[in-house]
């Protein structure tokens, strides 16, 4: 099993996602720390958001109001992120990618047309609704998952993450157990908005991508 961890100082934090930076500027809107565009751009700042701080930059400096600065920034960030995802789907084309369950199942879906792909369910819990479904063809138990892992080329996973560290299922983090990965594989996470009972912090010695 992977071990509990914390980036080390100095290691480089996990990519920044504009999905997750416009739901935190979303949520400041909506409980009011943020009432001015020059708020959205501090903390656009601080997240660590190059585009979007010098997009929202330009719309302070037009005095454009909170608002209309939201819905500008919303629709770049959106745009920021499908080209990623676009990207990130085309260098999975034809390459054998294990998805582990569980994941939203329209995700899960994306990488079906352009891949190889093979679903992963380690910890062998009953899928309800269209994951039921995935989990029909599934490879199924954690000894199983680590062996078909090391096939992967790639590997898509939910994570949670929270100042820089990603939290995982601990069945999902012994499939991805650093050492036990391949060479040069592709990490692919999709970040959901809260924590759960069973995850635990894992560090990858691979760099982690977002969709």
Same mark, same amino acid.
């Given at each position: 099993? *992977?071990?509990?961890?914390?980036?080390?100082?100095?290691?480089?934090?996990?990519?920044?996602?504009?999905?997750?930076?416009?739901?935190?500027?979303?949520?400041?809107?909506?409980?009011?720390? *943020?009432?001015?565009?020059?708020?959205?751009?501090?903390?656009?700042?601080?997240?660590?958001?190059?585009?979007?701080?010098?997009?929202?930059?330009?719309?302070?400096?037009?005095?454009?109001?909170?608002?209309?600065?939201?819905?500008?920034?919303?629709?770049?960030?959106?745009?920021?992120?499908?080209?990623?995802?676009? *990207?990130?789907?085309?260098?999975?084309?034809?390459?054998?990618?294990?998805?582990?369950?569980?994941?939203?199942?329209?995700?899960?879906?994306?990488?079906?047309?352009?891949?190889?792909?093979?679903?992963?369910?380690?910890?062998?819990?009953?899928?309800?609704?269209?994951?039921?479904?995935?989990?029909?063809?599934?490879?199924?138990?954690?000894?199983?998952?680590?062996?078909?892992?090391?096939?992967?080329?790639?590997?898509?996973?939910?994570?949670?993450?929270?100042?820089?560290?990603?939290?995982?299922?601990?069945?999902?983090?012994?499939?991805?157990?650093?050492?036990?990965?391949?060479?040069?594989?592709?990490?692919? *996470?999709?970040?959901?908005?809260?924590?759960?009972?069973?995850?635990?912090?894992?560090?990858?010695?691979?760099?982690?991508?977002?969709?």
């Amino acid at each position: 099993m *992977a071990e509990p961890s914390t980036p080390e100082s100095g290691t480089k934090p996990p990519a920044k996602d504009e999905v997750e930076l416009l739901e935190i500027l979303r949520l400041l809107m909506k409980s009011k720390k *943020a009432r001015t565009t020059s708020d959205l751009l501090k903390y656009a700042t601080q997240y660590g958001a190059p585009e979007a701080e010098e997009r929202l930059r330009m719309l302070e400096a037009e005095n454009v109001p909170v608002d209309l600065a939201f819905d500008a920034i919303s629709v770049q960030l959106r745009l920021i992120a499908h080209k990623r995802n676009s *990207a990130l789907l085309a260098e999975c084309r034809g390459r054998k990618v294990g998805v582990i369950l569980p994941m939203p199942p329209d995700l899960a879906q994306l990488f079906v047309p352009v891949a190889e792909v093979s679903f992963l369910l380690p910890d062998e819990t009953i899928l309800h609704g269209p994951m039921h479904e995935l989990a029909e063809h599934a490879v199924s138990g954690s000894r199983a998952c680590r062996a078909k892992a090391q096939e992967m080329q790639a590997l898509a996973f939910e994570a949670f993450r929270e100042n820089g560290v990603l939290f995982v299922d601990s069945a999902v983090a012994d499939v991805l157990e650093p050492k036990m990965l391949p060479e040069g594989i592709r990490l692919i *996470a999709h970040l959901r908005p809260h924590r759960n009972p069973r995850d635990i912090a894992i560090q990858f010695t691979a760099p982690v991508s977002f969709i």
